[in-house]
């Protein structure tokens, strides 16, 4: 038997409707199929129950049909659970789920990539290199995978989906477009998710956060700044000597003037480096731009190897304090996962 090679999922609703009539299959049955494959997730054709079996048989025959398969799951004393798939090709990326029952929030955090090419110095992912990019629906399945792991444990459907997992996103640009496209797009095609509860995180490309706009890119974004100097990021983040402050401030009002997203910054708490008042009134100035932003504070993990440290109750609580009493909007994020490597900068397929 000739091995197929082509994936199903290359394959669009007309031109399954056309093949599947061609072999004599009444039309909805493209639909039904179409439905598997996107919107309810099936990781294998025994899985599509209400197609016949002959049909099954010869759709196995004629294509190939790749899937995320779950390696290695983990759950924290916090309820957070981590996934470790593996790639058709032998690849791992890990998700987490991310639940807040009391606020009816359960979020997952998806990769983009394998690895990473930027070398945040605070990441794990960074210190794996990239080794590919994810496909457009390697990332779409971690949400729909996530979503039936969620309603399994926690008997409710995700809320939240944000893009901060293995990976930069908008260094692996029209995969991560086409997700997000699917994910809003209703099903049988897609999970129609609502936009605002779509999240991408970016360390920071202006030229693509530019580009987002002209795309009319209408999800959320965040941006992890982490320091509100360009010297300093620059040491913890490589990617600021080419896309400094200003340049990424002048490309998210770019955005935000054509597309009117929500736009938040990430900041990572790390004792006696970003955490102080001087940096706290940097980042007061960095909020003061032409378009409203929120500050997401983060608690940091220490991985193993990174010389930081986790600010100190006092210090963040005085970081947070000079915020509040200049108009910023701040939540505080506590870590999640910690015990499982889930949290933040942690995901490195340990
Ligand atoms: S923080 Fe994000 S962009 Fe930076 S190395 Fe880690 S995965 Fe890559």
Known sequence: MVTPVRDIRTISLPDLETLLISWNE???????LYEWLWAKGATDWEAMTNLPK????RLRETFTFHTLRAEVVQHSADGTIK???LTHDGYRIESVLIPVPEDERYTVCVSTQVGCSLTCSFC????MGRKRNLAAHEIYDQVVLVNHQCRQTYGHSLTNV???GMGEPLLNYANTLESVRRLVTPPPEGLGMSTHRITVSTAGIAKMIRQLADDGFRANLALSLHAADDAKRSTIMPINETNNLEALMQALEYCYARMRNRISYEYIAF????????DAAQLVHLCRRRFPVRVNIIEYNPIEGASFEKSSASRLNAFIAYLVKHGITVTVRRS????IDAACGQLANK
């Open 26 to 32: 009444p039309r909805f049955r493209a639909r039904q």
């Open 336 to 339: 999640r996962g910690k015990d």
């Open 83 to 85: 996934t470790r798939w």
């Open 54 to 57: 002959a049909l099954r048989q």
């Open 124 to 127: 794990a992912t960074g210190r």
């Open 162 to 164: 944000v893009y901060m």
């Open 271 to 278: 004792e006696h480096f970003n955490d102080s008042l001087e």
